[in-house]
């Protein structure tokens, strides 16, 4: 489980700056410009208040022997999801209601 977890973490996060360098190459960026936006973007994820960085303890949890996600509170506005795609059929919308209802 854990090699898992580190590989699909590696191979997600190399598939991000892949495909965000295909669309930046094809937005006409050098490469030169190309990377040092992807540096700037570092800190977003791993700087002091980055995405990943807030996220270290849940990450970190699932590589404890004995962990369950169910140990992990279910996310507040799971439900409006829930409810949304119950109602709508509609992923989309059901997403969108998701992060409203996060704000």
Not at 8 to 19: C, E, I, K, N
Not at 59 to 82: L, T
Not at 88 to 103: R, S, V
Request: charged share 20%.
């Amino acid at each position: 489980r854990r090699f898992v977890l580190v590989l699909t973490t590696v191979l997600m996060f190399g598939f991000t700056l892949y495909r965000t360098n295909i669309m930046l190459k094809c937005d006409g960026f050098s490469p030169r410009e190309r990377l040092l936006m992807n540096l700037k973007g570092l800190p977003w994820f791993f700087g002091k208040n980055g995405t990943l960085t807030a996220m270290k303890k849940q990450y970190m949890d699932w590589f404890k022997k004995d962990f369950h996600p169910s140990q992990h509170p279910v996310i507040r506005q799971y439900p409006v999801w829930i409810e949304t795609l119950e109602k709508t059929n509609d992923p989309i919308a059901a997403g969108e209601a998701f992060w409203q209802a996060g704000l």
